[in-house]
């Protein structure tokens, strides 16, 4: 969508420098399409425009999954899930055209081809945290033996770090965990445990989800399994990043302290705690990151790190279907000894056919989806 959008349609920059700055984003821990936004934003009109981007890109998702959380105490989780039941493999068909279309762009060698494929079987098999940034950065050090191919560049601008937002995100993260220890305050113990997941999660909302389940379920039990796999569902069906599942998460953890208004400050503190970490970080390395890239080892690197964020999106798209519950559609006809198609194949494979003709905007499978959820529940 940001290829079709802003470089095809509105050119605001071109096809290398956002595969670049999504390069860069998949190195660094928080939301990479919120990072990527956000940093185009800076790109085009400095601090201010980027944090207006962030906002705008986050605002819808989160007000939508503020209101599910404040309305799922009057709905029956089992009935919220059968409406978005249909949403789910939609979602898994979106991810599988995102491999495809990245893979079309940022492939072009043998060694990229072997990147993609070893680094997608890794993500596949190796289901750990820690595994996303290794690779990346495993991949970036295989290509940067072609460094020589590249062009050098006469007058490099010398290298200078500001630390201040380093510093920053530094500073919270050790500042809350030290808050929330002593004042043992819900709010705050809320706020430094999305701040800390936002931290250290790399890639996306499908490698955030199980880190939230097993902590704010399993572990702390501030809401029940459906509940959790319900926000799950319903984040799929909303504009903008899957991260803002936190303000649903935040909302339903904070029933015990009061009434709605307490839950809107709940969404608001996993909001801010979740977003924040990733912000602070881009911004810290988008300002030196063209003195950076002046080096011919950091352009050569660039090809691998492209090559394995495409197999890393490969992986999500096995990673993401393997959860889907069975469902047959049955035919009206008998087709041999076939009486029945499994659905989910079907429906990721229509939406990815859909997505590759270009002419039915992504709201409205989406909002088919929901339909379907809503008829059929």
Known sequence: MMFRLLVDKRRYISTAELLELQALCALLPGPTSTQTITVIGFRLGGPNLAYLTLLVWMAPSVTLMTIAALTLSHLDPVRVGAFVQFVQPVAVGFVAFSAYRIAEKVIHTKTAVGLMVASAMMAYFFQLPWILPLLLLAGGAVTTVRYRKHAIIQEKKPLQVEWANFFLWLGILLGAAVLGHYTRLLPVRLFENFYRNGSLVFGGGQVLAPLLFAEFVKFKHYLTAPEFLSGLGLVQAMPGPNFSIAAYIGALAMRPAGGPGMQV????????????????????????????????????????????SAGLVCAATFLLYHPLPDRELSLPFHLGPIDTLPLNPLLIGTTFLVLLSEKVPSVFIVGAALLAGVLLR
Do not use: C, H, K, M
């Not at 709940?266 to 810290?284: M, Q």
């Not at 003195?291 to 090559?307: D, H, M, T």
């Open 265 to 308: 400050v709940g969404a608001l503190v996993g909001t801010a705690g979740i977003f924040l970490p990733g912000t602070f970080l881009i911004f810290f390395v988008i300002r030196f990151w063209d003195r950076l890239r002046q080096y011919r080892v950091v352009q050569a690197s660039l090809e691998g790190i492209n090559a394995v």
